[in-house]
C-alpha cells in the first residue's frame, strides 16, 4: 500500500474529498475485477436492460396519444358507461325557482318549536 492510501485512510470520513478517494476507488474496482468478484456483462444481461429501459418508453410514447388509449380500453371492455338520458337545457332562472320550491317545502316541514 502507498503512503497516500494510508493517509487518506487515517483522516476522518467527513474531511475525505473526492479527490482523494478516487483513486482508492478506482483500485479497488480493479482488485475486484481481477479476483473475479465482478462478472463481464453478458449479452443476456445487456438484452434483459434494454427491455428493462425501452418498453416503458415505448408504451409511454404509445399511450401519450388518446386514440390509443381509447381504443384498449375499448376493447378490453372492463369501463362500462351506462347511456346518458336526454338532457333538457335547463335555465338558470328554472334551476333557481326548484331550489326556491324545496327550500320552502323544507321549511314548511320543520316543526313550530324550533
Known amino acids: 500500500?502507498?503512503?497516500?492510501?494510508?493517509?487518506?485512510?487515517?483522516?476522518?470520513?467527513?474531511?475525505?474529498?473526492?479527490?482523494?478517494?478516487?483513486?482508492?476507488?478506482?483500485?479497488?474496482?480493479?482488485?475486484?475485477?481481477?479476483?473475479?468478484?465482478?462478472?463481464?456483462?453478458?449479452?443476456?444481461?445487456?438484452?434483459?436492460?434494454?427491455?428493462?429501459?425501452?418498453?416503458?418508453v415505448i408504451m409511454m410514447l404509445h399511450f401519450r396519444h388518446p386514440e390509443n388509449l381509447n381504443y384498449y380500453i375499448q376493447m378490453c371492455g372492463y369501463v362500462k358507461y351506462p347511456a346518458e338520458a336526454d338532457r333538457k337545457q335547463l335555465d338558470p332562472d328554472v334551476i333557481m325557482r326548484e331550489i326556491d320550491a324545496l327550500?320552502?317545502?323544507?321549511a314548511d316541514e320543520k316543526p313550530a318549536g324550533k
Open 1 to 56: 500500500m502507498n503512503s497516500r492510501v494510508l493517509l487518506t485512510a487515517a483522516r476522518p470520513f467527513a474531511a475525505r474529498s473526492f479527490r482523494s478517494s478516487a483513486p482508492m476507488m478506482k483500485e479497488a474496482a480493479e482488485d475486484a475485477t481481477a479476483k473475479g468478484y465482478l462478472k463481464r456483462r453478458t449479452p443476456l444481461e445487456l438484452l434483459k436492460f434494454g427491455m428493462f429501459v425501452s418498453i416503458p
Open 103 to 106: 327550500r320552502a317545502k323544507k
